[in-house]
Nanobody
Framework: QVQLVESGGGLVRPGQSLNLSCVVS????????MAWYRQTPGNQRELVAY???????NVENPVKGRFTIARDNSKNTLYLQMNNLKPEDSGVYFC????????WGQGTQVTVSS
C-alpha cells in the first residue's frame, strides 16, 4: 500500500521556522520529481516547491528566499525547510509527485499566528 506520511507542522509565530518531512513508502516510486503542496480552507491544493530526482529544485514566488526543498533518496524522504514564516503560509502541507496523483497523505498542519 502506497503511503505518504507528512510531519513537522505546528503552531509558530511570524518569523519562526519549521522543517517538514515526508516519508514515502518503497512502492511509491520515489525516484521521480517530488513536490510540496499547500491547501487552505475552501481552496485547492497549490504547488509550493518541487525537486527533481537529481536535486534540481524550484520554489514558488510567494516563498522564494524563505523555503528550501530537499530530498534524501536513500531514505525516501522529502523535506521542506520553512524560514521567516508568515501568516499567509498557514495551511495543510502535503507531499506528492508532480503528476498522475491518485492518492494523498494526511498532510501536516502549519499555523503561523501571533
Amino acid at each position: 500500500q502506497v503511503q505518504l506520511v507528512e510531519s513537522g507542522g505546528g503552531l509558530v509565530r511570524p518569523g519562526q521556522s519549521l522543517n517538514l518531512s515526508c516519508v514515502v513508502s518503497r512502492d511509491f516510486g520515489f525516484d521521480r520529481p517530488m513536490a510540496w503542496y499547500r491547501q487552505t480552507p475552501g481552496n485547492q491544493r497549490e504547488l509550493v516547491a518541487y525537486i527533481t530526482s537529481g536535486g534540481t529544485s524550484n520554489v514558488e514566488n510567494p516563498v522564494k528566499g524563505r523555503f528550501t526543498i530537499a530530498r534524501d533518496n536513500s531514505k525516501n524522504t522529502l523535506y521542506l525547510q520553512m524560514n521567516n514564516l508568515k501568516p499567509e503560509d498557514s495551511g495543510v502541507y502535503f507531499c506528492n509527485k508532480m503528476d498522475g496523483i491518485t492518492e494523498w497523505g494526511q498532510g501536516t498542519q502549519v499555523t503561523v499566528s501571533s
